[in-house]
């Protein structure tokens, strides 16, 4: 069989939404193998300084990067992308990924807009968000403009839509469409928001079989399932309804 494909929310650089993580909380980890890949949905946040100069920070890379499983993670609004930007870029599950490169493995950040085979699975991942409190933010400090798809970006994307179809077994994204957002949200300043309007746009225009978001705090879902929004449960592994290995 290929390798188990999960998802989590938010883990914002802190410890305890960090938490979710542990041999505790994912005892499933202990019978994983480095095929197996966890796809973090954004405001994944343990790089928000430069590499090397936090000691927790350190702490967490090494924690997450030696895990039994493979670590991916769909860019947010809360990262620092000054320096995930200077992580070079590779190609693996048959498109471009940033690697952060650790002595005890490997983490990747997933282009946005770019399409994916992960363990024979079609994933279209479209990460940032705007954040609704950038105005209390300091630039390049706690805020950066790149948290936004530029128009270069949503291109590439159609593009990659066109290259490989319109179907998809899952869409995973920071934010969700905008027109879903006032399901998990009373805020709705995070509807005003150029992502979402993009992902209305992709919702729109291709099929998955589910997508799977963060960034509401929430964990939930709507339409029988299809749209999940995940923030402290475990990890959600995908597909368990197609696996032949278990009863």
Same mark, same amino acid.
């Given at each position: 069989?290929?390798?188990?494909?999960?998802?989590? %929310?938010? +883990?914002?650089?802190?410890?305890? &939404? +960090?938490?979710?993580?542990?041999?505790?909380?994912?005892?499933?980890?202990?019978?994983?193998?480095?095929?197996? $890949?966890?796809?973090?949905?954004?405001?994944?946040?343990? $790089?928000?300084?430069?590499? %090397?100069?936090?000691?927790?920070?350190?702490?967490?890379?090494?924690?997450?990067?030696?895990?039994?499983?493979?670590?991916?993670?769909? !860019?947010?609004?809360?990262?620092? /992308?000054?320096?995930? #930007?200077?992580?070079?870029?590779?190609?693996?599950?048959? @498109? #471009? $990924?940033?690697?952060?490169?650790?002595? +005890?493995?490997?983490? /990747?950040?997933?282009?946005?807009? %770019?399409?994916?085979?992960? @363990?024979?699975?079609?994933?279209?991942?479209?990460?940032?968000?705007?954040?609704?409190?950038?105005?209390?933010?300091?630039?390049?400090?706690?805020?950066?403009?790149?948290?936004?798809? +530029?128009?270069?970006?949503?291109?590439?994307? !159609?593009?990659?839509?066109?290259?490989?179809?319109?179907?998809?077994?899952?869409?995973?994204?920071?934010?969700?469409?905008?027109? /879903?957002? @006032?399901?998990?949200?009373?805020?709705?300043?995070?509807?005003?928001?150029?992502?979402?309007?993009?992902?209305?746009?992709?919702?729109?225009?291709?099929?998955?079989?589910?997508?799977?978001?963060?960034?509401?705090?929430? &964990?939930?879902?709507? @339409?029988?399932?299809?749209?999940?929004?995940?923030?402290?449960?475990?990890?959600?592994?995908?597909? $368990?309804?197609?696996?032949?290995?278990?009863?």
């Amino acid at each position: 069989m290929s390798g188990r494909i999960f998802v989590c %929310g938010d +883990t914002h650089g802190m410890s305890a &939404d +960090t938490q979710k993580l542990n041999a505790k909380n994912f005892p499933e980890q202990k019978n994983l193998t480095k095929n197996d $890949v966890l796809i973090q949905l954004g405001d994944f946040g343990w $790089v928000w300084y430069p590499i %090397g100069e936090n000691k927790e920070q350190e702490y967490w890379l090494d924690w997450l990067s030696e895990k039994n499983y493979t670590l991916a993670v769909v !860019l947010g609004n809360h990262e620092n /992308y000054n320096v995930i #930007e200077t992580f070079p870029v590779e190609k693996k599950w048959g @498109n #471009e $990924v940033r690697v952060l490169k650790r002595s +005890t493995g490997d983490i /990747y950040f997933l282009k946005r807009g %770019g399409v994916y085979t992960i @363990n024979d699975k079609k994933i279209l991942a479209i990460g940032g968000a705007e954040s609704i409190d950038r105005e209390r933010r300091i630039e390049d400090v706690s805020w950066w403009r790149q948290e936004r798809l +530029t128009f270069q970006e949503t291109e590439s994307c !159609l593009d990659e839509i066109k290259t490989h179809g319109k179907t998809y077994d899952y869409v995973l994204t920071h934010t969700c469409p905008a027109r /879903y957002v @006032n399901r998990f949200t009373d805020d709705m300043l995070k509807a005003k928001c150029s992502v979402a309007n993009f992902l209305d746009y992709i919702d729109d225009v291709v099929e998955c079989k589910e997508w799977h978001f963060g960034h509401f705090h929430k &964990d939930m879902e709507i @339409n029988d399932g299809k749209y999940r929004c995940h923030y402290k449960n475990p990890p959600f592994e995908l597909g $368990v309804d197609e696996r032949t290995d278990i009863e």
